[in-house]
């Protein structure tokens, strides 16, 4: 039977010791929720913004696109456009050509609009306080609103799933899931509330900086005793995902 070079035991052996009850599962969690405290206690929202109108469009425009492409955009455009009235002024060629850097900047332009209007007509212009208004307007989903809720005001209302928070809750053993309106679930189950905005800003850091999709860097990484992926555990790629 293989087994591991490092430790000598049995791969059957390492998945049985890899099944854990809820209990142990909640105690690694805090576990990871410590070391993620440890390793980037300074973790925020990467959009930069001033105020909840600018968050929303900047997490509008940040749909399959990088923070960084979004924040040289916004640098220009929140000089530009200040309340709703600003971007419903313009014809919306003109907001086009003020966001064409970004991916999808005709649909962005439209949704951005659409959801002024909505602010407008319905909210006084204001970006509302509730999950369910947030999710009404175009171009806004539940990560968007999550976004919105958790960062501006302060209100966690749901763990924001993103590309990195997917990879790094599988990696780490805290979802099976692949979709992230079933992995959302998962980790509500299992997160304290009180901690649903950090993780999720600590996650997406931790996935930048040391949990790359292509090189995980286990051998410097403060999860690495709680991570049944880790790559230093030589049979590590058959252990179950819990
Ligand atoms: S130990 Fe490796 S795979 Fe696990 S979270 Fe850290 S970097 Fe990622």
Not at 111 to 120: D, F, S
Request: proline share 5%; hydrophobic share 35%.
């Amino acid at each position: 039977m293989e087994a591991c070079r490092r430790t000598g035991r049995s791969k059957s052996e390492i998945k049985e010791e890899m099944k854990e009850t809820k209990t142990e599962l909640l105690e690694r969690v805090k576990q990871i929720i410590r070391g993620l405290k440890k390793q980037h206690p300074e973790a925020k929202c990467a959009l930069n913004h001033a105020n909840p109108l600018q968050l929303l469009i900047a997490t509008i425009l940040s749909a399959q696109c990088t923070d960084e492409r979004v924040n040289i955009v916004t640098s220009t455009l929140f000089r530009k456009y200040r309340r709703c009235e600003d971007y419903l002024g313009v014809p919306q060629t003109e907001l086009e050509k003020d966001i064409n850097s970004v991916t999808f900047f005709r649909n962005k332009a439209k949704a951005i609009q659409g959801a002024c209007q909505i602010l407008v007509e319905r909210h006084g212009g204001q970006v509302p306080q509730t999950l369910d208004d947030l999710i009404e307007l175009p171009g806004v989903g539940r990560k968007t609103a999550n976004v919105v809720m958790g960062t501006a005001f302060g209100i966690p209302t749901g763990i924001v799933v993103d590309t990195h928070v997917i990879r790094l809750s599988q990696r780490l053993g805290l979802t099976r899931n692949k979709l992230p309106e079933k992995i959302e679930p998962d980790l509500i189950k299992i997160i304290p509330k009180k901690e649903w905005i950090d993780f999720s800003h600590r996650l997406i850091l931790h996935g930048r900086r040391v949990c790359k999709a292509r090189r995980p860097a286990c051998e410097i990484c403060v999860l690495e005793k709680f991570c049944p992926s880790s790559t230093l555990i030589e049979c590590s790629q058959d252990l179950p995902v819990q």
